[in-house]
């Protein structure tokens, strides 16, 4: 989950892949989230005026 990669409830993700990632990117931004099960992810995200990249992996999600 995201709060053992490091990432705590308020982060504000800024970049993925150390690419900027805006609001105005629309499908663009979810589509950078996405990619293949175990595939890891580079985020950055801003934590009051502190950056910080944290290292997520992909999983797949548990059907209920």
């Known amino acids: 989950s ?3 990669s490091g990432m705590k ?3 504000q993700i800024v970049a993925v892949d150390g690419r900027p990632l805006t609001a105005s990117l629309g499908e663009e931004a979810k589509e950078r989230l996405l990619g293949k099960i ?3 992810l580079h ?3 801003l ?6 990249t944290v290292v997520l992996q992909l ?4 059907k209920s």
Do not use: I, L, M, Y
């Not at 934590?47 to 910080?52: A, D, I, L, M, S």
């Not at 999983?59 to 548990?62: G, L, T």
């Open 2 to 4: 995201g709060c053992q």
């Open 59 to 62: 999983e797949a999600k548990a």
């Open 38 to 40: 175990g595939d890891p």
């Open 9 to 11: 409830a308020g982060d």
């Open 43 to 45: 985020v950055t995200v």
């Open 47 to 52: 934590r009051g005026n502190t950056e910080k």
